[in-house]
């Protein structure tokens, strides 16, 4: 949501708006220049806070403002800001001592970075921003991602740059910086429904609500529409709510083709949207491990980021710049340990299994020690905030606001509290799209849009290739993965391609592109 480059001693000077900016002797802070976002600069004696927050539909837009204050008034605005109900990113200054705090909202949309020196702090949004600064790469935070064990965390992949994670607070003044996580988030627990309360009456209210929370135009909305029941949702409330909105998508190839086609026909006409998409064959993932000129990965795996920048390209030549996502629906719907029974199917493909096979003995120890560094429990699942912090940086390139409405911390507690007969099977949501599609659109047991058949295709492809790269490999340098194993898995994922190899092989390459890139 913002960029800063903050000298400390320059918090001694006075701070100013200009520009589009806030400035204080050398340094400064820029908010990602959006009409979704606002900036308040809030100044007293001694002491100011910035805060970038997303506009709200509920409060009159202040737009870019600056105000001197009493304490009393500095104190009312604080609280405020505090308690405002979209996402934010605050930073709050102390003129003596020269000391700063950086605070982030509950949503975690759109997360930033920081990295903190002696007497410098750079914040960013966008990993780039970095690159130019030496860095080497997090032996233990990589050796847990390669073995698939991703977890939502402060500590970055980069050595001494870290994520400020959901209600996190980081704590900078000369010689010295802590962070400090909030307080976990109670765990759910599904209770009845009043009698006088209609499960499906009470989902679109809430659902509705959080879709119109920010003032956006329908012309300035798009929806990402693959054509599953997430994004379906998400485009539902959106077409009640506006009336014509444009969506995007990306049409996959294989045995889900042609479902998925006949599905987001139906979603199309039905909500009346302005539709248009881009062939997954036409913008395939590449896998060269080379770093591209002007191409910096981010801290977080993401392949088909080339299908999806043409989407977004769509999107805006078209006038959007508001983003609309299903993120967050896998996670809204959870079954709960004691609803689990020996006849619901176990999930699993090994993954973990073929990823614990490419490390190193130290990589593998490391794997399982670093539980410890999680964030805490939120009230936005930590799976739905990971999925924010892969894609963000890269919407926000492209000039693209991200919104996941399914990841609202207010929807996903009434959803998590539900009775099981609600959450089962996803029916409250199965229950609204009958009643905005018709019921044909999603019946039970519909064949569901995958990208599980695009990465062997390819890899079978340029096996060769990739091979002739792995000649030199970064992460066995550092002593992380075994290239023995390493191409054993190139060549069993060439020839018989399974769910979890493909997957272990997948975040090993984007690994070695990103140590690749630092080096």
């Given at each position: 949501?913002l ?9 001694a000077h006075?701070?100013e708006w ?10 400064h ?17 001694g ?7 997303e ?5 009159v ?5 600056s105000?001197?204050v009493d ?5 009312r ?17 102390a ?8 605070r ?10 920081c ?5 410098r ?6 990993i780039?921003?970095f ?10 935070i ?6 698939l ?22 704590y ?7 962070y400090?996580y909030p307080?976990?988030s109670?765990?759910p627990?599904?209770?009845p429904?009043?009698a ?16 119109s ?19 379906a949702?998400?485009a ?11 969506s995007?998508?990306?049409l996959?190839?294989g ?7 006949a ?6 006409g ?22 591209q000129?002007?191409?910096?990965a ?7 980021l080339e ?14 710049d508001?983003l609309?996502?299903?993120i967050?629906?896998?996670e809204?719907?959870p ?7 020996q006849?619901?199917p176990e ?15 130290r ?9 410890g560094?999680?964030?805490p ?13 892969c894609r ?7 000039g693209?606001?991200?919104?996941n409405?399914?990841a ?10 539900l ?11 199965r ?6 599609l ?5 019946p039970?047991?519909y ?14 492809r ?8 792995l ?7 550092l ?7 390493v191409?054993?898995?190139l ?24 140590a690749?890139?630092?080096?």
């Amino acid at each position: 949501m913002l960029k800063a480059d903050i000298v400390l001693s320059d918090l001694a000077h006075s701070v100013e708006w200009r520009d589009g900016a806030i400035f204080f002797g050398g340094s400064h802070i820029r908010p990602y220049p959006h009409p979704a976002l606002e900036t308040l600069l809030v100044r007293t004696r001694g002491q100011w806070f910035a805060i970038v927050r997303e506009r709200s539909a509920a409060i009159v837009p202040i737009g870019a403002e600056s105000r001197d204050v009493d304490a009393e008034e500095f104190g009312r605005l604080y609280r405020e800001c505090m308690l405002w109900p979209l996402d934010y990113a605050m930073v709050e200054a102390a003129q003596a001592g020269h000391r700063l705090k950086l605070r982030a909202g509950a949503l975690g949309a759109a997360p930033v970075y920081c990295r903190a020196g002696e007497d410098r702090v750079v914040v960013s949004w966008d990993i780039a921003d970095f690159a130019g600064e030496p860095s080497a790469i997090d032996m233990e935070i990589a050796s847990r991602r390669l073995a698939l064990r991703s977890a939502y965390s402060a500590r970055q992949l980069c050595v001494g740059t870290m994520q400020l994670t959901e209600r996190a607070s980081l704590y900078v003044e000369p010689g010295k910086a802590s962070y400090r996580y909030p307080s976990p988030s109670e765990a759910p627990e599904a209770a009845p429904l009043p009698a006088d309360r209609d499960a499906l009456a009470e989902f679109e209210r809430r659902l509705h609500r959080v879709a119109s929370a920010r003032p956006f135009a329908s012309a300035r909305i798009s929806a990402e529409l693959s054509g599953g029941m997430d994004s379906a949702t998400v485009a539902a409330a959106l077409a009640a709510l506006h009336g014509r909105i444009a969506s995007v998508g990306i049409l996959l190839d294989g045995d889900t083709r042609d479902a998925q086609i006949a599905r987001r026909k139906s979603i199309v006409g039905r909500l009346g949207l302005d539709d248009a998409t881009v062939e997954i064959a036409e913008y395939p993932p590449s896998l060269d491990l080379r770093p591209q000129p002007g191409q910096i990965a981010g801290f977080y795996w993401e392949y088909y980021l080339e299908a999806c920048a043409a989407s977004w390209i769509s999107a805006r030549s078209r006038g959007g710049d508001a983003l609309f996502t299903g993120i967050g629906g896998d996670e809204l719907f959870p079954a709960y340990a004691d609803e689990i029974t020996q006849t619901t199917p176990e999930r699993g493909d090994g993954a973990e299994a073929y990823a614990e096979r490419l490390l190193t003995p130290r990589a593998s120890s490391a794997a399982r020690g670093l539980s410890g560094f999680d964030a805490p429990a939120s009230p936005v699942p930590a799976t739905s905030l990971l999925a924010q912090a892969c894609r963000a940086p890269y919407a926000l390139r492209h000039g693209l606001w991200p919104v996941n409405p399914l990841a609202d911390p207010g929807l996903v507690a009434f959803c998590h509290r539900l009775p099981r007969e609600h959450r089962q099977e996803r029916e409250l949501m199965r229950r609204y799209l009958h009643a905005h599609l018709g019921e044909g659109v999603f019946p039970r047991g519909y064949v569901k849009e995958t990208f599980a058949h695009v990465l062997p295709a390819l890899i079978a492809r340029h096996a060769g290739a990739i091979a002739a790269q792995l000649r030199d490999c970064a992460l066995a340098d550092l002593g992380i993965v075994d290239r023995k194993a390493v191409l054993a898995l190139l060549d069993s994922v060439a020839a018989t391609p399974t769910p979890g190899s493909v997957a272990a092989l997948a975040m090993f390459l984007w690994m070695e592109r990103f140590a690749r890139q630092l080096s």
